[in-house]
């Protein structure tokens, strides 16, 4: 069975601070995708990044940055710098090619503190 | 480039009253997707489809609830009679692709509440 676990329920922290969000995966596919989405107040599931399981390098984009580790079936998301907007709920999701299916975890709710 | 669009944003209506979602995805884009999204949970697949045609809708409760898509564009999610286990976000998206490999772009949403 494939599924996701975002352990953490809720982060709060002072702006500035770097903070990470973990996510663990479960799936018996070999080829899969995984997924970060974020949910501001508003509602909306804006897309962050999707990376594939041959894929292992790390990636950075501006303050945000993937650790992507097939050893320990992690895919863990760190916003450096941290800012009032990054305040939001963030998904992680993996889909694998036996099904397609998108496999939601339940969702970290960030809190950035000024 | 517009985004998904969907209506109405908010709804409130009783238990065993019907209730309609619209959703317009992004144009050009081929899959279409609804998600109910229970508050505190992540997004729930309800019905997926290419073009015209259904693809997945293995988690669709459909005693109660219905979907179409027309002509392959807009869609209507129905929920008839509804139950106060249906109070969520209901969330459409759409994405170029047949499978999810590609992003999907996600609509603001629909907050149902039924009383």
Request: aromatic letters at 12%; charged letters at 20%.
């Amino acid at each position: 069975a494939q599924k996701v676990t975002q352990a953490q329920t809720e982060i709060s922290v002072v702006e500035k601070e770097d903070v990470t969000l973990d996510c663990v995966y479960e799936t018996r596919d070999t080829t899969y995708y995984l997924f970060w989405y974020k949910q501001p107040p508003s509602g909306e599931l804006v897309f962050l990044i999707r990376r594939n399981s041959f894929d292992e390098q790390n990636e950075i984009s501006g303050r945000y940055s993937w650790n992507f580790q097939k050893s320990t079936s992690s895919f863990n998301f760190t916003i450096t710098a941290s800012q009032v907007v990054d305040s939001a709920v963030y998904f992680c999701a993996l889909l694998g090619d036996s099904n397609y299916q998108l496999i939601w975890g339940a969702g970290t709710k960030l809190i950035i503190k000024p | 480039e517009a985004g998904v669009a969907q209506s109405p944003r908010y709804k409130i209506i009783e238990k065993r009253q019907s209730v309609a979602f619209w959703c317009n995805p992004i144009s050009g884009h081929a899959t279409l997707y609804w998600y109910q999204q229970i508050l505190g949970q992540g997004p729930k697949l309800l019905i997926q489809f290419q073009n015209n045609g259904v693809v997945d809708d293995s988690q669709l409760p459909k005693d109660r609830f219905s979907a179409e898509r027309l002509k392959g564009v807009d869609s209507t999610l129905k929920i008839q009679p509804a139950k106060l286990e249906d109070s969520a976000v209901y969330l459409c998206a759409s994405s170029e692709s047949g499978t999810s490999v590609w992003e999907q772009f996600f609509g603001p949403g629909t907050r149902l509440t039924v009383l």
